[in-house]
């Protein structure tokens, strides 16, 4: 595995590599604006930019408290929103990572049948739906146990990214039922694998370069476990 992470740093610097990552952020601030933008709207429609207390007397510019305090709100809930968010937007680049590893160190292969924008998104957001889900009810473990939360966060993550990344991966040039019976082979290992791609995922920024080196780390690691 240390191997396969190895050959991907080699690579980072592929241009491929480096568009999907640029953009992955302007995806990634372009819907933090958005939903801060929509968050701001709602605010100042439900509440009014002046009220009167007793004793006190008018006091004005809500809207604008209310603006900075969404934001730091906004920017605290995409440190731990990172995760989901990144996960969505390398779905949609799969192909293209994956083909910049495999053209460069298996140019041997045929080509493979990329997946349609309809076919990305679909896939994209019920692995996000799935994530969300698991990541409340981790959340629910970790306020009942709260020791173990890293620990909980790292193995459910780990589990959830493993899994959609390798078989995706997998999907490419195997049928369904054979990239899951690979998969389920090496579990172990590849779920490991999962859990360290997880870790970094928790650092802003970091979680939008990791996902792309993740890919391609599983692809790697897609190649040399059908050899075995």
Request: proline share 6%.
């Amino acid at each position: 595995m240390f191997s396969d992470f190895s050959k991907t740093l080699a690579q980072a610097g592929d241009r491929r590599f480096r568009r999907v990552i640029f953009l992955g952020i302007l995806l990634a601030f372009a819907l933090l604006a958005a939903v801060y933008g929509v968050l701001i709207l709602i605010l100042s429609l439900l509440t009014p930019d002046q009220i009167i207390l007793p004793w006190v007397g008018e006091i004005g510019g809500i809207h604008e408290v209310l603006s900075w305090a969404s934001l730091l709100i906004m920017l605290v809930l995409s440190v731990f929103l990172m995760v989901p968010v990144a996960s969505l937007f390398t779905g949609f680049f799969l192909d293209e990572v994956a083909d910049a590893v495999e053209e460069k160190h298996h140019p041997h292969l045929p080509l493979v049948r990329h997946r349609s924008l309809a076919e990305s998104t679909v896939q994209s957001l019920r692995f996000l739906g799935v994530l969300l889900a698991a990541n409340l009810i981790a959340l629910i473990f970790c306020l009942l146990l709260p020791p173990l939360a890293p620990f909980i966060g790292v193995a459910v993550n780990g589990y959830l990214l493993s899994r959609e990344y390798f078989t995706m991966v997998a999907e490419r040039r195997l049928p369904p039922e054979d990239a899951q019976a690979l998969r389920k082979r090496h579990r172990a290992s590849i779920w490991f694998a999962g859990c360290l791609m997880t870790v970094p995922l928790m650092i802003p920024l970091f979680s939008l370069v990791i996902p792309v080196l993740g890919i391609a780390t599983f692809t790697h690691m897609y190649h040399r476990l059908l050899q075995r």
